[in-house]
Nanobody, 120 residues
Framework: QVQLQESGGGLVQPGGSLRLSCAASRGKYTIDAMAWYRQTPGNERELVAKIYGGGTTTYADFVKGRFTISREYGSNTVYLQMNSLQPEDTAVYSC??????????????WGQGTQVTVSS
């Protein structure tokens, strides 16, 4: 089992910054990729940013140039640095890990989510 613990959400004014952290406890699993998703009431969860094992990253168009995803491999922690935050970025942000072990490949695990509110 992979367990994910997020931190760093909160209230910030428009134009401000926040950094989200997600620490993974991976047990016997290998974590192949980690990502951040977000969801607002009544909407489906959407990908914000993803980082693969080799360091390749991908971003949703709506965060390019403002958000940066990074990973600390030694501690299996992924970060999401969010700059120039706008009210439309308000959402619950959830950490995701794709993991594998033996014949189990591409198993998805989720954190509990952390609220980010951008408001003056």
């Amino acid at each position: 089992q992979v367990q994910l613990q997020e931190s760093g959400g909160g209230l910030v004014q428009p134009g401000g910054s926040l950094r989200l952290s997600c620490a993974a406890s991976r047990g016997k699993y290998t974590i192949d990729a980690m990502a951040w998703y977000r969801q607002t009431p009544g909407n489906e969860r959407e990908l914000v940013a993803k980082i693969y094992g080799g360091g390749t990253t991908t971003y949703a168009d709506f965060v390019k140039g403002r958000f940066t995803i990074s990973r600390e491999y030694g501690s299996n922690t992924v970060y999401l640095q969010m700059n120039s935050l706008q009210p439309e970025d308000t959402a619950v942000y959830s950490c995701n890990a794709e993991a594998s072990w033996g014949k189990k490949v591409g198993v998805n695990y989720w954190g509990q989510g952390t609220q980010v509110t951008v408001s003056s």
